[in-house]
């Protein structure tokens, strides 16, 4: 655990059973975070975007039909938004991990409907990272606060039941310092230290959080799948670039210095880069 107001220190408060879970194994769920209420008004509100907005498909790789399940920047087109992922019931989980000065580098809404042919799931990954790579036959000594530095936090505007495909995550997957190997992406059956997959089904409600370097993927659908809608927020230390609007959407390069960045690593350099996962 860390706290941060300049340099980072070792925290000496005590801290939340999910904050250590967090940290040592990846991923918690907090029950009831939000009310029936507080649900009605935010799934309203994500719909109404949808309704507005026209999908931005940043993500190519998925099938053309699935390009419509997501919506980006989501703070910058609801004040409700904006004002939940602030909400202390998430910040009192990530601050101790993050830092007090933590913010938001991505945040997306999906609403995946029910589809017959996404009963596969998706594939293991890992969203950045591993910010701690080595060897994993070297195991991390847990005398040692494992540094966090991104948190994906999920806000369930309806019920994920395992029906539905949830994220299902691999507990300490986090500490191995690698990502999933490459030939096992599309294994049900994968073990990180003789730990399984636990599946993040929810309750809508229902906030399910993970680190960044965390095993994990959408697991299958089973029948009477039916579908998912939630907000997910990134929440990065201060260090961490925000991934909100891609870089050649936003970035702090002038006219000329983009005139003279002729080469790839000459971009990459000055801060344009490829999008990536945060990226959408």
């Known amino acids: 655990m860390l706290t941060k107001r300049g340099y980072l220190r070792l925290r000496q408060e005590p801290a939340s059973t999910y904050s250590n879970e967090l940290e040592q194994s990846g991923f918690t769920r907090v029950s009831g ?33 699935e390009l419509a399940d997501f919506r980006y920047a989501m703070f910058n ?13 998430i910040l009192d989980v ?17 609403r995946n409907p029910p589809r017959e042919k996404s009963e596969q799931g998706g594939g293991w990954h890992i969203d950045a990272g591993p910010h701690v790579p080595h060897d994993p036959i070297i195991r991390w000594d847990d005398r040692i606060p494992y540094p966090v530095f991104a ?24 500490k191995c310092g690698a990502p999933p190997p490459p030939d096992a992406r599309d294994r049900t059956d994968l073990a990180c230290y003789g730990e399984g997959s636990r599946p993040l089904v929810a309750k809508a409600g229902d906030l399910g959080m993970f680190v960044s370097d965390i095993w994990h993927r959408r697991l299958p659908t089973g029948p009477g799948d039916p579908g998912r809608f939630f907000i997910q927020a990134h929440y990065g230390r201060r260090d961490i670039a925000q991934r ?37």
């Open 33 to 65: 975070a939000f009310t029936a209420a507080e649900i009605a008004e935010l799934h309203e509100a994500a719909t109404a975007i949808y309704d507005v907005y026209e999908a931005d498909p940043r993500n190519t790789n998925l099938p053309p039909d």
């Open 244 to 280: 909100v609007r891609p870089t050649k959407a936003v970035n702090h390069v002038s006219d000329q210095a983009l005139e003279h960045a002729t080469t790839d690593r000459q971009r990459t350099l000055i801060g344009l880069h490829p999008r990536g996962f945060y990226d959408g």
């Open 151 to 174: 948190i994906g936090v999920h806000l369930y505007l309806q019920d994920c039941p395992i029906e539905a495909g949830p994220t299902g995550v691999i507990p300490g997957s986090h």
């Open 77 to 89: 087109r609801s004040v409700l938004i904006q004002n939940t992922i602030g909400h202390r019931a």
């Open 94 to 110: 990530i601050e101790p991990l993050l830092g007090e000065d933590c913010h938001i580098i991505a945040n997306t809404c999906w």
